[in-house]
């Protein structure tokens, strides 16, 4: 398994912008960001495969967040703008997807450790 590797975390105040990247040391079919608030179930925010390129994207990031891929990197952007407080969470990059549902973390066979977000009001 090819471990990702999440980067780009911070704190930031509502309405601000962050974008976090996600690199693989090799090919993987899809990429995955998910998130994780404490006391929380992990969410789906956003994936791309590299086939299609199609982004997908789940209720917490329409209109908000922006999912794109650079092939020749191996990396993956999450640029996350309109902040608000309640995004705060651990951000985590999955990647191998499984088939089934792209939004779905148990579709997802590698894991990076996340990157923590944090939005003050």
């Known amino acids: 398994q090819r471990r990702p590797v999440e980067s780009g975390g911070g704190s930031v105040q509502a309405g601000g912008s962050l974008r976090l990247s996600c690199t693989t040391s090799?090919?993987?079919?899809?990429i995955g960001w998910f998130r994780q608030a404490p006391g929380k179930e992990r969410e789906g925010v956003a994936a791309?495969?590299?086939?299609?390129?199609?982004?997908f994207y789940g209720d917490p990031a329409r209109g908000r967040f922006t999912i794109a891929q650079d092939m020749s990197k191996n990396m993956v952007y999450l640029q996350m703008n309109r902040l608000k407080p309640e995004d705060t969470a651990s951000y985590l990059c999955?990647?191998?997807?499984?088939?089934?549902?792209?939004?779905?973390?148990?579709?997802?066979?590698?894991w990076g450790q996340g990157t923590q977000v944090t939005v003050s009001s």
């Open positions: 999955a990647a191998d997807h499984s088939g089934g549902r792209l939004l779905d973390s148990s579709e997802y066979e590698s």
């Open positions: 090799g090919y993987t079919n899809c």
């Open positions: 791309i495969c590299t086939g299609s390129g199609s982004p």
